[in-house]
């Protein structure tokens, strides 16, 4: 059974190349001891005053806040690590400049940059070199549910003839545990894997992982349960939010001032689009964005589509870069919105889908925010069109409301404002 069921990864070098110690053990005394040696010499831990002290000590907290955000990053479906590497390094590098500036203690500031150059090194060399060992390989029972899941470029699937694995190594068994034509000799084979330590998922499980999104279909009293968001992470983020739309507001004025001068020129009517929204707890609010559309013109009520004959010239760049949006600070600042959150809906949209969905005003479980996982996953689509969708993508972010899922939003809306990429 030893050689018919063994897990992927199972390996002691595989184990150790994969695993946190490797990276706390051989990666992180790399990066601290190679500008180190450049700059002090090899006799450098004879001596340590205050100043090296503190340099080694960033670098050291640094690296380790950067494996683990990296880390959990990587476990949201659609997260492309590679692409977070710099920003992430970056931004810890910063921070533990920052702390060292405003608390006037002393560092070396050759042997910090040395050091945040070996941590893009380091994890750029170990996101490539590991490459094809990240990549899940599954087995799938085909009965049920399971034959409707779909492999992703983070996730391979193999669908099982019989119960047996033919000696291949997976990460995991998949399987729709309430299948009505699960055999007893599938059981069985199930019950052989969990012995030999080869995890076994229900396949809701998995497609949440794929997919990003919670199905919505049949949630229970206990699936509410289970969604029901962290109310200290709540509070920490009602902090950022606050301090964050204080300092971003005087950054930003210039920008919105020019922006408004463009509307105003561009076609007649307001600067501002205010429109009364559903918020957080079932609570209206007013929002607060630039008119990217013309008054003389009548819709539906919603946007449809980048062909809307009524979205200005003006309106076109402003939506393509979510300089729109920028009021929506000083919703924040009220504590209205967040940063990140569910796009909050208009009164008469948020009626007419609680017809159609009963539990759909779940999703002010938590504020409303100016960009959202729904947004940076299915993009900014007309309001109706995908309804169904965006509901999902919303109560998975709820199901994992964290600061790691707030990162990964952050960095994907940034890529968005600075590249127009998946904006509507």
């Known amino acids: 059974m030893r050689t018919d069921f063994e897990r992927r990864h199972s390996r002691w070098y595989e184990k150790i190349l994969l695993g946190v110690p490797f990276q706390l053990l051989i990666g992180l005394p790399l990066v601290v001891m190679l500008p180190s040696l450049e700059r002090w010499g090899w006799e450098f831990w004879h001596y340590l005053p205050d100043v090296r002290r503190n340099t080694i ?13 990296l880390r959990r990053l990587a476990r949201f479906p659609g997260s492309q690590v590679v692409a977070y590497i710099a920003p992430t390094v970056t931004i810890y590098f910063l921070v533990m400049v920052a702390i060292l500036f405003f608390t006037r203690e002393g560092y070396t500031r050759q042997v910090m940059f040395s050091g945040y150059l070996a941590c893009l090194l380091w994890f750029f060399a170990g996101h490539f070199i590991g490459k094809r060992y990240r990549r899940l390989k599954l087995a799938v029972v085909p009965l049920g549910e399971a034959l ?172 393509k870069y979510r300089l729109d949006e920028l009021p929506q600070l000083f919703n924040v600042l009220k504590g209205e919105m967040s940063f990140i959150g569910p796009r909050p809906e208009s009164l008469a949209l948020s009626e007419w889908y609680e017809k159609d969905v009963p539990f759909f005003s779940y999703r002010h479980v938590v504020r409303p925010g100016i960009s959202g996982w729904a947004q940076v996953e299915q993009g900014y ?44």
């Open 148 to 319: 409707k899941l779909q492999g992703t470029r983070q996730i391979e699937l193999r669908y099982l003839d019989k119960p047996e694995l033919d000696r291949v190594r997976f990460d995991a068994i998949v399987a729709d545990l309430h299948a009505e034509d699960l055999t007893p000799e599938w059981e069985k084979f199930l019950a052989k894997c969990t012995l030999a330590h080869i995890p076994v998922y229900n396949v809701k499980q998995v497609q949440e992982s794929v997919t990003g999104r919670v199905r919505i279909q049949h949630l229970s009293e206990n699936e509410f349960g289970s969604l029901l968001p962290s109310s200290l992470y709540q509070g920490f983020k009602r902090v950022v939010d606050f301090f964050g739309a204080l300092v971003l507001i005087p950054l930003l004025s210039p920008i919105m001032l020019a922006t408004a001068v463009a509307i105003k020129r561009d076609s007649p009517g307001p600067v501002l689009f205010v429109q009364e929204r559903m918020g957080y707890r079932g609570v209206p609010f007013k929002v607060y964005k630039f008119r990217s559309m013309r008054c003389d013109h009548h819709g539906k009520g919603f946007t449809e589509g980048e062909d809307d004959p009524r979205i200005t010239r003006v309106g076109r760049v402003i939506r």
């Open 57 to 69: 000590a960033a670098i050291i907290l640094a690296f380790i806040g950067i494996l683990f955000t």
């Open 381 to 424: 689509a007309a309001e109706v069109d995908g309804m169904t969708a965006k509901l999902q993508y919303d109560f998975y972010y709820i199901k994992h409301f964290s600061l790691w899922i707030d990162v990964l939003i952050t960095f994907k809306t940034l890529k968005t404002i600075f590249t127009g990429f998946g904006a509507r």
